[in-house]
């Protein structure tokens, strides 16, 4: 099965209600990302006061450090559109916002993936042992680079190569 590579355009629609459109459709991503990243930085904060959390070793602290840094910044990066939003409400800036927050998304993209492979790397090393943890968390990472990343800029280099043939 391949998948359509054409981009779809809405001549009937002008430049503001397009701005409007993709701003109103990346908040509400933004949104369902944020919730998830929300989770993950509550969880990884609750960690330290468990019981076992002192068991980890030097490899388990740097991960929990990384993860839980790396999550602080994915919640900033996926909240700050909102605020900012909200901030410059009625101020005619919406492309600055639109173009500034999908930049946003992206950054808080890249920091969830490492927050969210630290923290699989941990929780397997504290359940079994290095490699496995290892093994699985350059999984995740790979997974999320892979479909969050190369595949959308893969797909937007065969469309821009289309065009330009055209």
Same mark, same amino acid.
């Given at each position: 099965?391949s998948?359509?590579l054409?981009?779809?355009?809405?001549t009937d629609?002008?430049r503001?209600?397009?701005v409007?459109?993709?701003?109103?459709e990346?908040?509400?991503?933004?949104r369902v990302a944020?919730?998830?990243?929300?989770?993950?930085?509550?969880?990884l904060?609750?960690?330290p006061f468990?019981?076992?959390?002192?068991?980890?070793?030097?490899?388990g602290n /740097?991960?929990?450090?990384?993860?839980v840094?790396?999550?602080?910044?994915?919640s900033?990066?996926?909240?700050?559109?909102?605020?900012?939003?909200?901030?410059?409400?009625?101020?005619?800036?919406k492309e600055?916002?639109?173009h500034?927050a999908n930049?946003?998304g992206?950054?808080g993209?890249?920091a969830l993936?490492?927050s969210m492979?630290?923290?699989t790397?941990l929780?397997l090393d504290?359940?079994?042992?290095?490699?496995?943890a290892?093994?699985v968390?350059a999984?995740v990472a790979?997974?999320?680079? /892979?479909l969050w990343?190369?595949?959308?800029l893969?797909?937007?280099?065969?469309?821009?190569?289309?065009?330009?043939?055209d």
């Amino acid at each position: 099965m391949s998948e359509v590579l054409e981009p779809l355009e809405n001549t009937d629609e002008s430049r503001k209600e397009r701005v409007d459109r993709e701003l109103g459709e990346l908040l509400q991503g933004l949104r369902v990302a944020a919730t998830g990243v929300q989770v993950l930085f509550a969880f990884l904060l609750t960690l330290p006061f468990s019981s076992g959390f002192g068991k980890i070793d030097t490899t388990g602290n /740097w991960l929990f450090y990384l993860a839980v840094v790396s999550a602080a910044v994915a919640s900033i990066c996926t909240i700050a559109p909102a605020t900012q939003h909200r901030i410059l409400f009625r101020s005619g800036l919406k492309e600055l916002l639109l173009h500034r927050a999908n930049r946003l998304g992206v950054a808080g993209g890249l920091a969830l993936a490492v927050s969210m492979t630290c923290s699989t790397a941990l929780v397997l090393d504290a359940l079994t042992s290095p490699g496995p943890a290892a093994l699985v968390g350059a999984g995740v990472a790979l997974l999320c680079a /892979w479909l969050w990343f190369v595949q959308p800029l893969l797909s937007l280099r065969l469309v821009k190569n289309d065009n330009e043939k055209d």
